[in-house]
């Protein structure tokens, strides 16, 4: 038995060392993970036949996927018994289970992008500082952390999505009328080059967002090493693996601008804690969850 990962170099992922240890604390049936690397640009045949493969496996109760999650809907949903209310409203998988002799496909970002941001974001602190939110890039990750803070007692005032892909910023404002969420706090804009500029004209205390997988997916970052951020700006880079120059170039620039920087860690921590959880069909408990961050962070 072993527990699927769709990504692009997934060889590379520290839950490979973090997985077998996980298993012991939760008492999972397996230690094992078994890759499906997909390209960027891959074709909606090698999706259908990646979902093919988890689907028939006996011995595979399931999968998580990342960077490709919107692909795999676009491509593969009608494989599925049965997408969730997430995954329908964001056009997104991200995880598949088996339940019942039924393939299920999840969307869990919403999720993950919450816990990960509460444990960073302060209570009140867009009323506080009346900060605002720059999201770069806007495909699942992305999508996920502008709903999730859109339902957010204290939300940003004004949020702000760049994307180089016009379909995907036309994607996100479809998504939100289909629910029935007022856009006219919402700009978005289609970006090729740097953002600095923008970035420089966001107000003291807002929140910035590497969310475009430049930096782990494909090298670079989505800003020059001379941006400047806005004074107390909240600055997360959501990889915790890569390249990662905008994290180096946001590092270079935290005294000077008052910055608060968060890597991917704990994004990654919970987006798997979560995936797992809905494959094995365990509880995870605040207990659990404690042992497995700590399990994790020894080995990092």
């Not at 999706?47 to 006996?58: E, G, L, P, Q, T």
């Not at 951020?229 to 620039?253: C, K, Q």
């Not at 968060?262 to 408990?285: K, M, N, P, S």
Request: charged share 25%; aromatic share 8%; glycine share 10%.
């Amino acid at each position: 038995m072993s527990m699927g990962f769709v990504g692009v170099s997934t060889g590379e992922s520290s839950i490979r060392r973090v997985f077998p240890q996980w298993a012991e604390i939760l008492g999972l049936p397996t230690r094992k993970l078994t890759g499906f690397d997909l390209p960027l640009d891959a074709g909606r045949e090698q999706y259908r036949d990646v979902i093919k493969r988890i689907a028939d496996d006996a011995s595979m109760p399931g999968a998580l996927i990342t960077t490709h999650k919107i692909a795999v809907y676009n491509a593969a949903a009608d494989l599925f018994d049965e997408v969730d209310a997430d995954a329908q409203r964001f056009r997104e998988i991200s995880s598949v289970s088996k339940k019942d002799g039924r393939l299920v496909g999840h969307a869990l970002d919403a999720v993950t992008a919450g816990l990960a941001m509460e444990e960073f974001l302060p209570a009140g602190h867009f009323h506080r500082t009346g900060g605002e939110l720059l999201c770069l890039g806007t495909g699942g990750a992305g999508t996920a952390i502008v709903w999730y803070l859109m339902h957010r007692p204290d939300r940003p005032e004004r949020i702000f999505c760049t994307d180089t892909s016009r379909r995907k910023l036309a994607a996100l404002r479809a998504m939100l009328r289909r629910a029935g969420i007022s856009t006219s706090h919402l700009d978005t804009l289609e970006v090729t080059g740097p953002a600095d500029g923008l970035i420089e004209l966001m107000p003291p205390g807002s929140l910035v967002v590497n969310a475009t997988g430049m930096g782990k997916d494909t090298p670079g970052a989505p800003i020059s090493e001379h941006c400047c951020f806005p004074s107390g700006s909240l600055v997360w880079e959501i990889n915790y693996r890569g390249t990662l120059e905008f994290l180096d170039i946001a590092r270079d620039r935290q005294a000077a601008d008052n910055l608060t920087i968060v890597d991917g860690w704990r994004y990654f921590i919970h987006g798997w804690a979560q995936v797992i959880a809905t494959v094995f069909h365990v509880e995870l408990t605040p207990e659990k969850m404690t042992e497995l961050s700590a399990a994790a962070g020894a080995l990092r």
